[in-house]
């Protein structure tokens, strides 16, 4: 049997989470799951062939086609823009979406055009994300959108089928986990330092099960761009939620965004995500609270997200672990990542370093490099890329004259795209090569086979570039 939800703010207090699920329940099924309403699903040209297959096949169209977006930006080429993609396989599938959005009606930001970019910099950049709705995505880290007070999460590709047919979708209700950052950071700390520590901390499945909200006054305080960090690393902590409450900073970011409401019905739009924070008293399952005073800048030294340390440390010595199973785990990555025990994080030279990607690629995150990269040159040897997170985003940089900033370093300006995060397109490390990356992943061969990631924030990355070595950004001002 099903039953209808209980109505919400039915006088328990509750968190942001339990307010963003309760409005959004079509029905309570029997095993405990519920059937949510999913008011915006974006698409892209890696992960969603097969739902359109799948349509296809079924005979189904799209239930309402404009609460969706499509974009390419995995498989996408950034040396050029405009003109055939040289590439067999990232043509054929830019082409298959291009296809599928024009024959199922779906808005679609096309590649040589303004808005597009990585999926999850397109949508709050347009708009399209929306304090308090559900945003599906066939994209891990559609975490970061919960930024904007927004219920989103990665799906796959059959579910994808599932929204764009039912514009519904069953889910399990999570546990609900309190990050709470508190402190006062140095300046050169951010969102990206936080995250890492936290990971480190807790663990790469520390927050499995758990729809993660960050709290406190370091979030607060922060730029959507550093919020949107924050969320976007949430699913690297095992979590497919992240979100923060919305506030005075997310209604700024969002007004006048195309996709926006306007007028009267931003008023009332605004009057209702006013009531979506969590209420006084609302109870967790789980808190963590982190002073940020202590982090310093972080940087991944092993072959998963919480393999992260202090820059000011040494690669540590698998003989001093003492659980088994995570002595065995450092061995291999400091195997693969051919690092040596004890030697110096800031001694490890690299040859590349990559700018970019939905964790970092925002105007914020090439402020913050562009600033370490002024007057200075990049280390002969290593090639240093930038890659805006969308169209808008590099038109912005270029703008601001970062772009110029950067050539003149000696790193390479490009258009927008996934580029180096991920090994999907013409971007990637050479077997044995060594990146200091902005981006979230750092398993083995993320970025090309047999290539070895670390992980740290675009300062970070920037001080890399000229150093020619993982190296102290704070030793940079
Ligand atoms: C290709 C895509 C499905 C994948 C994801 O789900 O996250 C990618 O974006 C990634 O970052 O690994
Ligand atoms: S930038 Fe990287 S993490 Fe983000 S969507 Fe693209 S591949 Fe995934």
Redesign the pocket.
């Known amino acids: 049997m099903i039953t209808r939800p209980l109505p919400s703010g039915a006088g328990r207090p509750r968190t942001l989470y339990e307010k963003l699920w309760d409005s959004h329940v079509v029905a309570n099924r029997p095993d405990g799951s519920a059937l949510l309403y999913i008011d915006r699903h974006i698409v892209?040209e890696?992960s969603s062939p097969q739902a359109f297959v799948a349509l296809r096949a079924s005979g189904r169209r799209l239930r309402r086609p404009e609460t969706h977006l499509g974009v390419a930006?995995?498989a996408v080429p950034t040396r050029e823009r405009g003109g055939e993609i040289a590439d067999p396989l990232a043509r054929s599938q830019v082409a298959e979406l291009e296809a599928n959005v024009a024959e199922f009606a779906v808005p679609y930001a096309r590649l040589d055009g303004p808005e597009q970019g990585?999926?999850?910099?397109i949508g709050p950049e347009t708009g399209f994300t929306l304090p308090g709705t559900t945003i599906a995505c066939g994209?891990?880290?559609t975490t970061?959108h919960g930024a904007f007070g927004a219920l989103a999460f990665g799906v796959g590709a059959s579910e994808q089928g599932t929204i764009m047919a039912a514009q519904c979708l069953p889910q399990q209700r999570a546990a609900t986990m309190q990050v709470e950052l508190v402190g006062k950071r140095h300046p050169l700390i951010d969102a990206k330092d936080m995250a890492l520590a936290l990971i480190a901390r807790i663990g790469a499945n520390g927050a499995v099960g758990h729809a993660v909200e960050y709290t406190g006054e370091v979030v607060s305080g922060m730029a959507m761009s550093e919020r949107m960090t924050l969320c976007?690393m949430t699913i690297e902590a095992g979590s497919r939620i992240g979100m923060v409450a919305p506030d005075a900073r997310t209604f700024a970011y969002l007004e006048g965004r195309r996709l926006a409401p306007r007028g009267e019905l931003w008023d009332a739009a605004v009057a209702y995500w006013r009531t979506l924070p969590s209420d006084p008293g609302a109870r967790y399952d789980r808190v963590v609270t982190l002073d940020v005073g202590t982090i310093a800048p972080q940087v991944s030294w092993g072959t998963s997200p919480d393999q992260t340390l202090p820059i000011d440390r040494t690669v540590p010595d698998p003989a001093a672990i003492a659980d088994p199973v995570a002595r065995r785990e450092a061995e291999k990555a400091l195997a693969y990542m051919g690092l040596v025990p004890g030697q110096r994080l800031d001694s490890v030279a690299i040859d590349t370093v990559f700018i970019?990607?939905?964790?970092n690629?925002r105007i914020e995150d090439l402020r913050a490099a562009a600033a370490i990269a002024m007057g200075r040159r990049v280390a002969p040897g290593v090639t240093a890329l930038v890659v805006p997170?969308s169209a808008a985003t590099r038109a912005q940089a270029e703008a601001e004259g970062l772009d110029r900033i950067f050539t003149a370093a000696g790193f390479s300006w490009r258009h927008a795209?996934?580029?180096l995060?991920?090994a999907?397109n013409d971007d990637r490390l050479a077997p044995g090569q060594r990146c200091a990356s902005t981006?979230?992943?750092n398993f083995e061969g993320r970025q090309g086979p047999g290539g070895r990631t670390h992980l740290m924030s675009p300062a970070m990355a920037a001080a890399a570039a000229i150093a020619g070595r993982l190296a102290d950004v704070r030793e940079f001002v």
């Open positions: 892209h890696v930006d995995h990585i999926v999850h910099v994209d891990s880290h970061t976007n970019g990607s939905c964790t690629g997170g795209g996934c580029s995060c991920v999907m981006s979230n992943r």
